[in-house]
C-alpha cells in the first residue's frame, strides 16, 4: 500500500486507490522507468496488469496517455514478461 501511495504521490494519478484489488490479487502495479543518462532515473509510466496476463492501463505522469515511445517500451515489457497488451487507449 505504501509503495502504491508513494507511486501516486510521483506520478500525480490515483494508483493508491488500487490497493485492495492488488492485495486480493486480481491485479498488479508496474512502474516503467528509464535511466538516461547513466544514473539519472526518469519517470515513465505505470501500468495495470490484470492476474490473467493482459495490460489494461497505462499512464504517464497527471494520468496523461503515454507517449509513443513510452507504448513502445511498455509493449516490448509486456512481449518480454509474456503480457499482452490490450489497453484501450493506444
Not at 532515473?41 to 503515454?66: H, S, Y
Request: glycine share 8%; aromatic share 12%; charged share 25%.
Amino acid at each position: 500500500g505504501h509503495e502504491l501511495f508513494c507511486e501516486g504521490q510521483r506520478m500525480h494519478h490515483c494508483v493508491a486507490t488500487y490497493k485492495f484489488a492488488c492485495m486480493q490479487g486480481y491485479i498488479s502495479i508496474w512502474s516503467l522507468t528509464s535511466e538516461y543518462p547513466i544514473g539519472r532515473r526518469n519517470r515513465g509510466v505505470t501500468m495495470e496488469a490484470t492476474r490473467d496476463g493482459r495490460i489494461v492501463q497505462c499512464r504517464g505522469f497527471a494520468n496523461r496517455l503515454p507517449y509513443g515511445n513510452e507504448v513502445k517500451m511498455a509493449k516490448r515489457w509486456a512481449w518480454d514478461n509474456k503480457l499482452t497488451w490490450a489497453s484501450p487507449e493506444q
